[in-house]
């Protein structure tokens, strides 16, 4: 356990230790292996046992979290959850199958192992055969497939005896665990039955009697000027006090009278009165703050044949639970009676008219949520969905495969188009129809390109059918620093909405596997140390599957200050050197509450935070997204002006403090833009959703008193309770709002058929100052989108009127790699920017470094004009008005947009058997595919390290080694440019991926991959790692080493780390693999990330190279072009070399041995 970090070491070690000591239930039967019972099996050959199974089930991918040292080698269930992640096991495996790393069974090695599929599994070195130690294992688990829900019984009788009630019914999961079907086998609807008795003769008509109610929150503080009434009696009858109680005469004691209360930002209670005495009764009614409704599952695209039947489902949630929902049809609302729809849509015997977008809306007393828009395609009878020739895809081939002097070459490959299609007849119509097909690949042929002196295996897609889609798996992995400082946010709690997933790593790092349905991902850090304010992002993710990197940013809170209860306290908001505060926070006398409501006046240790946009650099620690949801139910941007976290405990212990009514005032003179200061408001943000919710307005300090002097600062005051929500924002709605189109790009020839899926763009809107666009003075708001195979498009706000009345910096990101945008200097060049003139010049685009060519590269800066109407100059992007995101989403790549760039552009990867990293259902299964499991994909780097003065190409060669069916054959090619080193002048290395051993994509036997080494240039090898060294001779065969110009091994099946010089990650996206094994790389470890390389760091080995005279070709392409003269030079080099380092050594042996004597 290593290369894991401490601290979560000792979690693991933890979870091993409990799952080897907890004594066995009889439920739970626990098997304990020998290795001398039993057949013996070849490795990689299945156990019987474990795939006789009646019940549909499937195997999970391998996991490994230990590594054997001390009592044994543990891989408990509880440590595979907490550092895989808790999806990637079933909650109740059905069984457990364990094997060495070299494939081999228990049996086979002759060691005693325990299984236990709800536990795990362990090896104890003390109950080996004497002199033995246990094995390295990985385990993986089977788990039951997705069950489907058998048709819903009738309804119920309704509950209650009067009033409203509910009826339930039920469904059956054919599966015989009963649990393993997705949702609830039970559905409740509302009924009514006669109504309940209100305040008749019965229930009134007590005069001595009494009853006492009070109003609370469901925290249970008191809710003051509540209108409280009875059923069936008209008007109000009582309201609360101070105290939250109320009194009503007369109402009998025994009458269970039904009470109802009403607060505005409540959503109305109800209670029932219970008799504590023979002439008193009491009631308690809860209220629930108005929580405007938002969606929880969207509406998906579908596809369809005539005559056939589908379902669009729709769920909103919020307080109270919407009741009220609405279909659109292409803009127009469909008529009720007629569809006869609540939160499901049904059309049934589809006509070729009812094709077209579809959307919802949900209702609740507190406002309207409109969901996305879903695609209804009505095919016509005979009409395929799924074209069978495949459309033109170019892949890049290697340099030496194309015509001397004529550039790249390229060749179509074939790429089925990405539709669904319809289902199979028969199956159902229901929401979450588990049998999407999709076009993709049917059939693939061999061929072979004629390159310099070898031959280049491909194969290309044939033909395109409808098949089963791949589920899309969304997976957004990261890691939380601190602002200041950059220290990692350790062993954070992790909360998607409400729900705790798991904490952060020790090194802060995360991964999240996004749920089916997401629109937003919403995701709370809670600090343990209470030292960080909880940092609320909204993290954007690619949704048709594929992997996202995040930096998240933590924001530390401020010093605590101690204030007098009892005394009115003043806090300023925003301290920024040689400014003004933006505002403060003003708590009265007696302000200061406990959570029941009662007073409390002690001392109160306070901490406000701000975050300050006048500070740009404050930007990427802001929360969430700046959204909220208008008065239409569309998600619309905010304007801030800063944003406070407000933390208020008891002094001297945790408790947490309630305050309220709290002034806010904010500086006039802060706000420039104009209009804002009528339109500023003051929001919270609602946690669970990520978005702003509306507090109060703001009004002019004294706006009755008379005018001010010019001199004196005019203060906007608005008013909060700090209850539950602690972070506020002080924000206007926007309504010049635009989006801006965003392309990456491989290499910065960007080449339309190289884009790059899976980037993540970010737009921060800049307010200029009037004249000086390039020396903003604030910013405003933040958006960040994902590339997709179109790019992507960036919400910002812009102007008509003024270009320069808002501008933007745009930056993009792939797995922690900073991305180059299109140069600017001397002049931009509409060519290379992708956008054309005359908008180009009023876009004003300037890269970062155009003023200063020292600085960093890595964004740009454009002021945001809006289009005008009718201008056909501006009327094909890059920036487009806010109704037109379709347009922008589908606009051609020949329309106009900004570019990034990878700056990595010196690699190439060809992979014999194409396969599309950014978009994981194209994934093709082939013996020959690089990457043999599209659910998991491990990426494998070794680092070489160049002695040479200057850079260097570095190419992996990776072929079958072991296996009998792709022995000698090609998987793929790999370059790397090689990197200087800052430290070690005349010293570069490069991290070169080659493909993992292991199992292919069958299942059925391991293959260790020949992989060789060759640098390109007069190079040859001086130093193998000694630890690698020693793995190799000790897993032979061992691979050819006779060429003293490369480096070839059978690559071994152990995740090896960096003491050995390869860095191994596992990952459900192979992009996100692959950077995170880079910066290891970079970085030397096995647990770091740099992208500054260290060459000295990890190693596997050296070559030494030199410069060959001039008007000589490369050793590279001597090998190509003639390799058995390249290798005599190299042996007759390689000879003058011993010879010369014989002759050096003979001197210092024999000082050697006269010091001796």
């Not at 002199?131 to 058998?150: D, I, K, M, Q």
């Not at 009614?285 to 589908?310: D, F, I, M, T």
């Not at 160049?946 to 998987?971: C, F």
């Amino acid at each position: 356990m290593a290369s894991l970090p401490p601290l979560l070491c000792l979690f693991v070690a933890a979870a091993h230790l409990a799952g080897a000591r907890v004594t066995t239930r009889p439920e739970e039967p626990t098997a304990t292996a020998w290795g001398f019972e039993g057949p013996s099996l070849r490795p990689g050959q299945p156990s019987p046992a474990l795939e006789d199974w009646e019940e549909a089930s499937q195997w999970t991918s391998w996991f490994n979290v230990d590594h054997p040292g001390g009592d044994g080698d543990f891989e408990s269930l509880a440590a595979i959850r907490f550092y895989y992640g808790p999806a990637r096991v079933c909650p109740r495996p059905l069984a457990l199958e364990a094997r060495t790393t070299d494939w081999a069974l228990p049996s086979t090695v002759g060691e005693r192992v325990h299984l236990n599929p709800t536990r795990g599994f362990w090896c104890l070195n003390r109950e080996q055969p004497r002199g033995r130690r246990c094995s390295n294992y990985h385990v993986r688990f089977r788990c039951p497939l997705e069950a489907t829900w058998g048709a819903w019984g009738p309804w119920g009788p309704c509950s209650g005896s009067c009033g409203p009630g509910r009826r339930l019914r039920r469904r059956r999961c054919p599966s015989p665990s009963g649990d393993a079907c997705p949702g609830r086998p039970l559905e409740a609807q509302k009924c009514v039955r006669p109504p309940c008795p209100g305040c008749s003769s019965k229930t009134c008509n007590c005069p001595d009697h009494i009853l006492l109610g009070s109003v609370v929150t469901p925290s249970g503080r008191p809710l003051p000027g509540a209108r409280v009434s009875l059923r069936d009696w008209p008007g109000t009858v009582a309201i609360t006090d101070a105290h939250g109680t109320f009194q009503i005469p007369g109402v009998c004691a025994s009458s269970r009278a039904n009470i109802s209360a009403q607060m505005d930002g409540f959503s109305a209670g109800l209670g029932q009165a219970q008799a504590n005495g023979s002439i008193s009764a009491v009631v308690t009614v809860v209220l629930n703050k108005l929580e405007k409704p938002y969606l929880v599952k969207h509406p998906e695209s579908r596809v369809r044949e005539a005559g056939q039947n589908v379902t669009f489902c729709c769920k909103a949630s919020g307080t109270p639970m919407p009741k009220k929902y609405s279909w659109f049809h292409n803009g127009t609302l469909l008529d009720r009676r007629e569809h006869r729809y609540g939160a499901h849509l049904e059309l049934r015997g589809l006509r070729p008219d009812q094709a077209g977008t579809y959307h919802c809306k949900a209702w609740n007393d507190a406002g309207t949520v409109r969901s996305s828009s879903a695609q209804l395609t009505v095919l016509a009878p005979g009409q395929p969905a799924c074209n069978p020739q495949p459309q033109e895809h170019l892949i890049k081939l290697p340099d030496d495969c194309g015509q001397p002097g004529s550039g790249p070459a390229y060749l179509d490959v074939g790429l089925c188009s990405d539709t669904l299609c319809p289902s199979p007849a028969g199956s159902s119509s229901r929401c979450g129809d588990s049998g999407s097909r999709c076009c993709s690949v049917r059939r693939l042929e061999s061929k072979e390109i004629h390159c310099s002196n070898y031959v280049l295996p491909v194969k290309v897609v044939a033909e395109c059918g409808c098949q089963k889609c791949l589920p899309p798996r969304g997976l957004v992995r990261g890691r939380v620093v601190a602002t200041d400082s950059g220290e990692p946010l350790r062993f954070a709690q992790i909360l998607l909405g409400r729900e705790p997933i798991g904490f952060t790593s020790y090194q802060g790092d995360f991964t999240i596997e996004v749920p089916p349905s997401t629109q937003r991902l919403v995701v709370t850090f809670v600090d343990p140390s209470g030292e960080f304010m909880d940092t609320v992002r909204v993290l954007p993710f690619a949704p048709r599957g594929g992997g996202v990197y995040h930096d998240v940013k933590a924001m530390r809170k401020k010093a605590p200050v101690i204030l007098d209860a009892s005394q009115s306290n003043t806090i300023p908001l925003g301290e920024l050197e040689e400014e003004d505060p933006l505002g403060e926070l003003v708590l009265p006398p007696g302000a200061f509450r406990r959570a029941d409501g009662a007073p409390y006046t002690g001392a109160v240790e306070a901490r406000v935070t701000f975050v300050d946009p006048r500070d740009l650099t404050s930007a990427a620690a802001a929360p969430s997204d700046l959204r909220f949801v208008d008065s239409d139910g569309e998600l619309a941007p905010l304007r801030t002006y800063g944003m406070f976290a407000v933390d208020l405990r008891a002094a001297g212990s945790a408790e947490q403090l309630q305050a309220g009514p709290v002034a806010v005032r904010v500086n006039a003179g802060q706000i420039h833009m104009a209009g804002h200061v009528e339109a500023l408001k003051l929001w919270s943000l609602n946690p669970d959703t990520g978005l702003w919710e509306e507090e109060s307005g703001f009004q002019r300090e004294g706006s009755a008193a008379p005018r001010v002097r010019r001199e004196e600062r005019v203060f906007l005051v608005g008013n909060v309770e700090i209850r539950e929500r602690r972070l506020f924002n002080l924000d206007v709605p926007e309504r010049r709002r635009c989006f801006v189109k965003v392309r990456a790009y491989a290499n910065d020839k960007f080449t339309p058929n190289e884009q790059v899926e899976g980037v993540v763009v970010t737009l921060v809107n800049l307010e200029a100052a009037p004249g000086f666009a390039a020396n903003p003075r604030a910013w405003g708001r933040f958006d960040s989108a994902v590339t997709g195979p179109n790019g992507a498009c960036l919400p910002a706000f812009c102007d008509t009127d003024r270009p320069d009345a808002y501008t933007a910096l745009v930056t993009a990101t792939l797995g922690g790699e900073e991305l180059e945008p299109a140069p600017s200097r001397p002049r931009p060049d509409p060519a290379t920017v992708g956008v054309a003139q005359p908008y180009l010049d009023k876009l004003g685009y300037r890269r970062t470094d155009h003023d200063d060519p020292a600085l960093k590269r890595n964004g740009f800066r454009i002021n945001l004009a809006k289009p005008r109407p009718g201008d056909p100059a501006e009327a094909n992007g890059p920036v487009y008005p806010w109704r037109s995101l379709r347009e922008c989403q589908e606009a051609p790549v020949t329309a106009n947009h900004f570019r990034f760039a990878r700056v990595e552009a010196d690699k190439y990867e060809y992979n014999v058997v194409p396969f599309r990293e950014g978009v994981p259902a194209s994934w093709t299964g082939d013996l020959l595919a690089w990457w043999p499991n599209p659910q998991e994909f491990r990426a494998c780097f070794l680092k070489v390290k160049i002695q040479g003065p200057q850079e260097y190409m570095v190419r992996s060669h990776n072929a079958g080694g072991s296996h009998p069916r792709t022995q000698g054959q090609l998987y793929g090619l790999r370059d790397a440019r090689s990197v200087r080193d800052p430290e070690h002048p005349g010293t570069s290395a490069a991290c070169v991926e080659f493909k993992c051993s292991g199992m292919l994509f069958d299942q059925r036997q391991v293959d260790r991959t020949l992989v060789t080494i060759t640098p390109q240039g007069s190079c040859r090898r001086v130093a193998v790692n000694g630890l690698l060294r020693d793995y190799l001779a000790r897993h032979p065969p061992p691979a050819p080493a006779d060429d003293p110009a490369a480096f070839a091994m059978l690559a071994p099946l152990d995740p090896l780390g960096h003491n050995y010089g390869v860095y191994t990650v596992t990952d459900q996206s192979p992009r996100l693999a692959k950077e995170i094994a880079i910066g290891r790389c970079f970085d030397g470890s096995s647990d770091g990330f740099s992208r500054e390389m260290k060459a000295d760091a990890g190693t596997a080995v050296t070559f030494q190279c030199r410069e060959p005279p001039a008007g000589r070709p490369s050793l590279f392409q001597r090998l190509l072009e003639s390799p058995a003269t390249a290798l005599g030079d190299i042996r007759r080099e390689m000879g003058e070399v011993t010879r010369a380092q014989a002759q050096a050594a003979g001197p210092l042996r024999t000082r050697r041995g006269r010091a001796r004597q």
